[in-house]
């Protein structure tokens, strides 16, 4: 399995950004999709995720200002980053679950190198 990162970079508070993750190896559209993200000093923390049927999860402090997506056809899961914080300020790593058709987000297998986001005050 190989996830491919890209789109961080730096912007200033309030400003956009949006990452894309394209993923090969295995059937894209039966496995969950997230995004993590580590800020320094910080633990590894699940950002949002995406089910292989389309529900969706976000932790309290993104909701509202990232929404996660994904495109089966191109095996690329997404996430829109808006109203960014410096708190948001982390290299984010996209993963997907190692299970097939997972109810839950609680299993991750592959995670990619990781896309770094700097968000200046």
């Known amino acids: 399995v190989q996830l491919q990162a890209s789109g961080g970079g730096l912007v200033q508070a309030g400003g956009s950004l949006r990452l894309s993750c394209a993923a090969s190896?295995?059937?894209?559209?039966?496995?969950?999709m997230g995004w993590f993200r580590q800020a320094p000093g910080k633990e590894r923390e699940l950002v949002a995720a995406?089910?292989?049927?389309?529900?969706?999860y976000y932790r309290d402090s993104v909701k509202g200002r990232f929404t996660i997506s994904r495109d089966n056809a191109k095996s690329t899961v997404y996430l829109q980053m808006n109203s960014l914080k410096p708190e948001d300020t982390a290299v984010y790593y996209c993963?997907?679950?190692?299970?097939?058709?997972?109810?839950?987000?609680?299993?991750?297998?592959?995670w990619g190198r990781g896309t770094l986001v700097t968000v200046s005050s």
């Open positions: 993963a997907q679950g190692r299970i097939e058709y997972d109810g839950t987000f609680q299993n991750w297998g592959y």
């Open positions: 995406m089910r292989w049927s389309g529900g969706t």
């Open positions: 190896g295995r059937t894209f559209n039966r496995y969950n």
